[in-house]
């Protein structure tokens, strides 16, 4: 499970998430959602460990993340990355299969395997001799899915998967992510649509730079969280809300018991 | 005598306090270091012609190596696709490298040598007068070089002040303000070419590149405003000729590197003094 | 003939320059081309304080001086890039500018003093003819030490250097693996600073690297050819430093160098520069002779008065046009066929823009006029399906046919 404590995070003087506090069991499916500047990829980037908090903390298997670190696979934002890099396709997602004591310049018959499992399971696999920066966004994106799927960790964090990706690229990376979510493994990811989030998750953190609310979809995915989360007008959202009501994330205004 | 020297070094002193501002601010630092560098074929060529070491052919064919290096990269860098720290490397030690081998193949036509080239003469600079017997012979060429290069730039700045001011921070801006970044770009480098082939000549490369690099970064580091980064840039590099020059003739060092080393040791003692915690970082930066 | 002292030079400067240039490729791949120009200009001062303090050129006291002042020089890069404002490339001039500053100041002191300086004078430049056979031991241990470690370590390289976060999650030690590096390259410039001089060897440590990455994204085709490259800029430079002593082998090396990757930088096609330059006239031509037909297409004849335009003659040429008795100019039958062509996609692209995407009619020309000349004929071909081939476009005039 995932333990988040008194966390307040920022970068130098400013505070971009205050006080988060939320415990939600593995496996599953879980959404950071909110706002823009509420501190999504903030908390993201502490699960990590790349950021480190003021105050607060955060464990992951009942321990800390830094212990944890091999378990966890990361797809990165789009734009962090040289695209003139002499690295193709295959190499970004063989990359995937890295272990420390792994010598030698060659990957082994099974990585390579498995590499190539994934590669095609984001459907890329007529690129793999292709040197990146050929690549558009979304086929970029697709990438970087199945090298952190390679590493086959127990929990995979994503960072906007779908920002700025072209609708097929979108759709096929969704389908991988309910698959990779039935073997059995767990998702955090940090997600702009909530259309698209009332049905992919099982678990949401609403976050306005605090807490709104944290945990499984039916309990927290009601009208008067999400007004907190974005202040919006009570009709938009009802006629959002109304639209949503056949799906599984049944909405109320009270959570149910 | 010594005024001469001074003077000279001043002069180049403002040079670089506007030209090394710019370029900083502008992340071209290195850029610096790569003209200064791609200068010796110029002005090994240029001797050739002249005969001397301080004719207009030597400044005109130096500067002009010097400038095209600059665009070099750039063209590399923009049309070849190689990265813009590889291909700055390239170009500079290249050229570098050719006027090595220029230098050491046309022997005893060149008076030149590596260690003019680095240390420069700046303690030769009072005797270096022109041969024509005319008003020109009240001071030394190397000061008039300074002289004329420094007018170019003091026009510069009178005529450009507020566009050199948006392009030093904002290129990008620049476009939308209706500035033409390329053009001043392009004026920066030509002018900076000038200043570092005139200041070669009493300074060697060396001391030029340092007085271009580290008195900027030092007003920097104090400095909140502009005007004062610049001014600032100005004192420390006079600072640094006063005592390096004093320091070199008490301990007989070369004046060239005695210079470096003391504006070195200002803007160590500012960093220190000016110390901040960057914001968060645990990981390197991937570029 | 090929005397032993000339094999000696040859072999020197070779296993000098397949060191660096093998040591070169995880720097030039983490974008730290420049630092390792300034390591190779801070070495300096610590090989002439070496000489100083131990009154000789060789031996161990170079390298840990080296080593050490190498390694304190990336310290004050590091630390004042962190802790100050300055930028990462001002960090790094200002460190090369001082270190070396301070080397000169030394060795101007040394040679004012009368110590004997052997052959530090080529410290800076360079000097293949100097070197002992103990030298060429140490390079050679080094060079297959660094083979080795190479060979092991490879994909650590490729990992750390694209992707540093990933490459610290998937358990690799970043800061102990950049502290390694930094160290092993102080010692490589420390060991051929001799051969290639402070200011030179930073050009042999990036060079085959960035030569190997233009020629091809693969990172076996990038290796060998940064090897090979150097080894040949290297076998030149011997042969020639040998024969005349006096040049400096640094500058031999790098010339040659420059020599090798400089016309494929120019000429390589479709990456080189001048094959970019001559790719983009051709297009600008193609572009210009388009709207010229267009033109030709919409009026009824030019006057001789243009005689003389390039578009005019290029197009002559290839019997799209031709001049009357008159000297008006006019299309040939090919030429109108070819300008309706145009003209199809010029008003299809409208129709689209109007009807699909509800651009008013007055605002469709401008971007019309770019697009005639991108659209493809699969592009074209669709575009009349998509929009049900439409006979004419927004503003009525007729969309030829396709023929």
């Not at chain 1, 970004?92 to 018959?109: A, D, E």
């Not at chain 3, 040679?111 to 430049?125: T, W």
Request: charged residues 15%.
């Amino acid at each position: 499970m995932i333990e988040v404590h008194n966390l307040t995070a920022g970068y130098g003087k400013r505070t971009a998430l205050w006080n988060i506090d939320f415990s939600i069991h593995f496996p599953a499916f879980i959404g950071i959602i909110g706002p823009n500047g509420s501190g999504k990829s903030t908390l993201l980037k502490t699960i990590l460990g790349e950021l480190i908090p003021f105050t607060g903390s955060i464990s992951l298997f009942g321990k800390p993340i830094s212990e944890v670190k091999h378990r966890l696979a990361y797809v990165p934002q789009i734009n962090s990355v040289d695209w003139n890099f002499p690295i193709r396709v295959m190499d970004v997602v063989l990359m995937g299969r890295f272990r420390p004591n792994s010598w030698g310049p060659f990957y082994s018959k099974s990585d390579r395997e498995k590499a190539a499992f994934y590669l095609n399971a984001v459907g890329m696999s007529e690129f793999s001799k292709r040197q990146i920066g050929e690549l558009s966004g979304g086929q970029r994106q697709r990438v970087f899915l199945a090298r952190a799927l390679a590493r086959e960790a127990d929990v995979l964090l994503l960072d906007e998967p779908l920002a700025g990706v072209d609708a097929g690229s979108g759709e096929r990376i969704l389908s991988v992510l309910s698959d990779y979510q039935q073997q059995g493994r767990s998702i955090v990811m940090v997600h702009h649509d909530l259309l698209t989030a009332s049905t992919l998750f099982d678990h949401l953190v609403l976050m306005q730079t605090r807490l709104v609310a944290a945990g499984p979809i039916q309990q927290v995915f009601t009208l008067s969280n999400l007004q907190t989360t974005y202040g919006t007008d009570v009709s938009i959202l009802s006629d959002m809300i109304h639209k949503l009501g056949q799906t599984p994330g049944n909405l109320s205004d009270h959570p149910k018991p | 005598m010594t005024f001469l020297i001074l003077a000279t070094a001043g002069l180049l002193a403002f040079q670089a306090a506007l030209g090394g501002s710019f370029l900083l601010l502008r992340r071209s630092a290195m850029l610096t270091d790569a003209m200064a560098h791609s200068v010796l074929p110029g002005l090994v060529i240029g001797y050739l012609f002249s005969g001397s070491r301080s004719g207009p052919e030597v400044i005109l064919f130096a500067a002009a190596s010097s400038f095209f290096s600059a665009y070099l990269i750039d063209y590399l860098n923009k049309f070849a696709g190689i990265w813009f720290e590889a291909s700055t490397g390239f170009v500079f030690t290249s050229l570098f490298a050719i006027g090595i081998v220029l230098i050491t193949t046309l022997g005893g036509n060149v008076d030149l040598d590596a260690d003019c080239v680095l240390y420069g003469e700046l303690l030769y600079v009072p005797f270096r007068y022109s041969s024509t017997h005319s008003w020109y012979d009240a001071l030394p060429l190397p000061l008039w070089n300074q002289i004329w290069v420094g007018l170019a730039w003091a026009l510069f700045l009178f005529f450009r002040w507020k566009q050199l001011k948006t392009w030093a921070f904002d290129a990008e801006f620049c476009r939308h303000a209706g500035i033409s970044d390329h053009v001043i770009r392009r004026l920066v480098l030509a002018l900076t070419s000038m200043s570092i082939v005139v200041g070669f000549d009493a300074f060697g490369a060396i001391l030029v590149v340092g007085f271009f690099i580290l008195p900027a970064a030092t007003a920097w580091l104090i400095s909140r405003t502009w005007h004062a980064m610049i001014l600032i840039s100005l004192l420390v590099g006079l600072g640094s000729t006063g005592l390096g020059y004093s320091l070199a003739l008490f301990f007989d060092w070369e004046p060239g590197p005695s210079i470096v080393s003391v504006a070195g040791l200002f803007f160590l003692a500012a960093a220190f003094a000016f110390r901040q915690n960057r914001a968060n970082s645990t990981f390197r930066p991937t570029h | 003939m090929i005397s032993t002292q000339l094999l000696w030079i040859i072999a020197g400067c070779v296993l000098a320059a397949y060191l660096l240039a093998l040591s070169g490729i995880p720097t030039y791949l983490r974008r730290e081309a420049l630092t390792g120009d300034a390591l190779s200009h801070a070495i300096f001062p610590g090989v002439v304080l070496a000489v100083w303090i131990s009154g000789s050129n060789a031996g161990w006291p170079t390298y840990v001086s080296g080593m050490l002042v190498g390694s304190l020089a990336l310290f004050l890069i590091q630390t004042i890039h962190q802790k100050t404002r300055i930028p990462k490339d001002g960090a790094t001039g200002i460190v090369l500018i001082v270190f070396f500053s301070a080397g000169l100041l030394l060795l101007g002191r040394l040679q004012r003093s009368g110590v004997p300086l052997g052959g530090i004078q080529h410290v800076l430049l360079g000097k293949a003819a100097t070197l002992l056979p103990a030298d060429l031991g140490i390079l050679g241990i080094l060079a297959i030490l660094g083979s080795l470690l190479f060979f092991v370590f490879q994909k650590w390289v490729w990992l750390e250097a694209f992707d540093a976060k990933f490459a610290q999650h998937s358990g690799l030690p970043t800061f102990a693996y950049s502290f390694v590096l930094n160290t092993w390259t102080a010692l490589v410039l420390t060991a051929t600073i001799q051969i290639l001089g402070a200011v030179l060897s930073a050009a042999m440590l990036l060079t085959p690297a960035a030569l190997g990455h233009f020629l091809s994204p693969n990172p076996k085709i990038l290796i060998r050819t940064a090897l090979l490259s150097a080894i040949a800029a290297a076998v030149f430079a011997g042969f020639i430093s040998a024969s005349i002593p006096a040049m400096s082998t640094g500058a031999l090396m790098v010339i040659m160098l420059f020599f090798l990757s400089f016309p494929f930088f120019l000429l390589y096609p479709e990456k080189g520069i001048l094959m970019k330059w001559i790719a983009r006239k051709k297009e600008a031509r193609r572009w210009s002779d388009e709207n010229t037909l267009k033109f030709l297409f919409n009026s009824t004849g030019i006057r001789s008065a243009i005689q003389n335009n390039p578009s005019l003659r290029r197009l002559s040429n290839k019997k799209l046009v031709h001049q009357n008795n008159q000297g008006e100019w006019h299309l040939t039958q090919t030429g109108i066929k070819n300008a309706e062509r145009i003209v199809r996609k010029h008003r299809l692209w409208e129709t689209f823009l109007h009807q699909r995407l509800l651009v008013p009619e007055d605002h469709v020309h401008e971007n019309a006029e770019l697009m005639e000349h991108l659209l493809d004929d699969e592009a074209e071909e669709r575009l009349a399906q998509e929009l049900n081939h439409p006979s004419s476009d927004p503003h009525l005039s007729p969309i030829p046919p396709r023929k």
